[in-house]
């Protein structure tokens, strides 16, 4: 970051300039990337939330709806967030910013829940009610390219499962979530070399040119048709290894020893259920391989049961041997679960072609 008095004078006229620019079309700013990566004997935390209320307050000034996302930190490092906001606090600064966001690549997307809980939890002490936001986030298509992740042989499926794994599980902890980036980056060296990162979710030419849409980006869709403003989260779902009737606090068994995710949604209106699950104990694999596990759930509301695979967007009727229910109890059984997010809902959530 700019330090020196001549430099930091240059960077907050840019910085002017740029919001004036720009103020009719853009309300979120986020500060300075990953300032943790370079030398923490420099971009200390102390450094880095001056630095953040230097740049909030001109954005401010100029565009006071302004929403300024706080840190932009790389990986999650647990005393970098303890000092930056304890100096944010120090500073009566909080007030400045909507959000705090993190950039956490990690092979298994579901493998940084502790992580983030315990960075919750520091946010949460000096700045309560302040958003979490998942930032820059992604998984390569082709493995041994450029860029985070790089280093492991991915694929367009595998990519497409990790990407809808991270989103739905920053929305089953309330977490805001984008997925980086929209296509294929070529990125040019000092020199004829050239290096893309694949973590587009549509593919690239050498030329920059958009070539077609990946799996990923289909798999996202299928994300974003169904969990929209209409859906809220059972806040209090909890997992139990026996179910029985205990009134009015839902709760769920999977048959399984292996980890798996749930989060259960329910329609403001109507009330109808669904139910989004998926093996998180691995980095996604190339081969599908489904488990058929029998789910049941307390205070379940289902009166059609759909089977949906959030990959391929197939939507399958769960045949009426395969499901009952008992007082306030659903049980459906030879549910495949494999480690992409699959829905056990109530027709009427989901929208068919």
């Known amino acids: 970051m700019p330090l020196s008095q001549e430099a930091l004078a240059a960077y907050e006229n840019w910085v002017g300039a740029m919001v004036t620019r720009y103020k009719d079309k853009v309300k979120d700013w986020e500060v300075w990337n990953e300032p943790n990566f370079s030398d923490n004997l ?19 000034r100029i565009q006071s709806h302004a929403r300024i996302s706080a840190l932009a930190l790389g990986h999650i490092d647990l ?16 007030g400045l910013f909507h ?35 998942q930032g ?4 390569p298509s082709v493995g041994g390219t450029g860029g985070a992740l790089s280093d492991y042989n991915w694929s367009e499926l595998t990519q497409a499962k990790w990407d809808i794994r991270r989103m739905l599980e920053n929305l089953g902890n309330d977490i805001e979530c984008s ?4 296509i294929d980056m070529n990125y040019s060296g000092n020199g004829p070399i050239r ?24 798999a996202i869709q299928h994300v974003t048709s169904i969990f929209d403003h209409t859906l809220e ?3 209090t779902l909890k997992h ?61 509301n289902f009166d059609d049961p759909v089977y949906v695979d959030m990959i391929t967007g197939g939507v399958y009727e769960i045949p009426a041997a395969q499901w009952r229910r008992e007082g306030n109890i659903y049980t459906f059984k030879n549910i495949p679960v494999y480690d992409s997010p699959i829905l056990v809902a109530d027709r009427t959530l989901i929208s068919m072609k």
Not at 136 to 139: I, L, V
């Open 42 to 60: 420099v971009n200390t935390p102390e450094i880095t939330a001056d630095f953040n209320i230097r740049t909030a307050a001109i954005i401010k």
């Open 79 to 94: 005393d970098y967030v303890e000092r930056f906001f304890a100096y944010l606090n120090e500073k009566n600064a909080i």
């Open 99 to 133: 959000n705090v966001t993190y950039h956490d690549y990690v092979y298994n997307p579901d493998a940084n829940k502790l992580a983030v809980y315990k960075m919750r939890q520091i946010v949460k002490r000096y700045a309560p009610g302040m958003i979490m936001r």
């Open 136 to 139: 820059e986030n992604g998984a």
């Open 179 to 182: 997925i980086f980036g929209i």
């Open 195 to 218: 290096r893309k990162n694949t973590k587009g979710i549509v593919e690239s030419a050498s030329d920059n040119g958009a070539v077609r849409p990946k799996i990923a980006y289909y």
């Open 233 to 235: 989260r059972l806040t």
């Open 240 to 300: 139990t290894h026996h179910i029985a009737a205990r009134g009015s606090r839902p709760a769920y068994s999977l048959n399984t020893d292996r980890s798996i995710s749930v989060y259960g949604y329910r329609n403001k209106d109507t009330q109808k259920q669904l139910y989004a699950m998926w093996a998180d104990d691995a980095i996604p694999r190339e081969e599908n391989e489904l488990k058929c596990l029998e789910f049941s759930v307390e205070n379940g």
